[in-house]
């Protein structure tokens, strides 16, 4: 599922199902925790892909703040770096939580165009093991991605790889709303 975004010479946002290491744009985003230590899900699948490497470059930027992102490069990875993002634990909504992942978000574009990257791919960040509502997270991911899309960036292409069909399903609903509204 593809959607330009208007007004912006041409920009995209696609949505795959799939498996965000085999991915082939300038970046790839990891749902890390503030450690950086590697872990479950995306965040494990990561690092075992891209290999020893990453986590020595993790280990060396000694952590990341809830609501921010740091770069790696991306080992044996396809991607030419990994952003590593920290989003929020979900705690019921009353602390920051929607600022937070939409900071993880902002942040992991900033750091794209810091580099002069043209594509970027992202996971579902924090709707896994930190129990972010699907529902709730999508909406915050297109909207950020698209604000940045609109403005003065390198980016012009944001692909996000979701990794079942419930995540797939919610991220095309939050879509389709992004394009009728």
């Known amino acids: 599922m593809k959607y330009e975004i208007s007004g912006t010479g041409g920009r995209t946002v696609e949505l795959v199902l799939g498996d965000i290491t085999r991915q082939e744009t300038d970046a790839i985003v990891n749902a890390a925790n503030s450690g950086l230590r590697g872990g479950a899900g995306v965040d494990g699948a990561i690092h075992r892909a891209g290999g020893p490497g990453v986590m020595k470059e993790c280990r060396e930027l000694g952590g990341c703040p809830t609501g921010s992102a740091c770069i790696t490069t ?93 995540t797939f399903d919610a991220y095309a609903a939050a879509m389709a709303e992004l394009q009728v509204g």
């Open 74 to 166: 991306a080992g044996r990875l396809k991607a030419k770096f990994v952003i590593h993002a920290v989003g929020p634990i979900w705690s019921g909504g009353g602390s920051n939580e929607a600022g937070l992942l939409a900071g993880a978000y902002r942040t992991s574009l900033d750091l794209a165009k810091k580099h002069g990257l043209s594509s970027i791919s992202f996971p579902s960040i924090s709707t896994g093991a930190y129990r972010y509502p699907l529902e709730q997270a999508a909406p915050i991911a297109l909207e950020t991605v698209e604000d940045h899309l609109k403005g003065d960036t390198s980016v012009s292409r944001v692909v996000f790889v979701l990794f079942n069909q419930a």
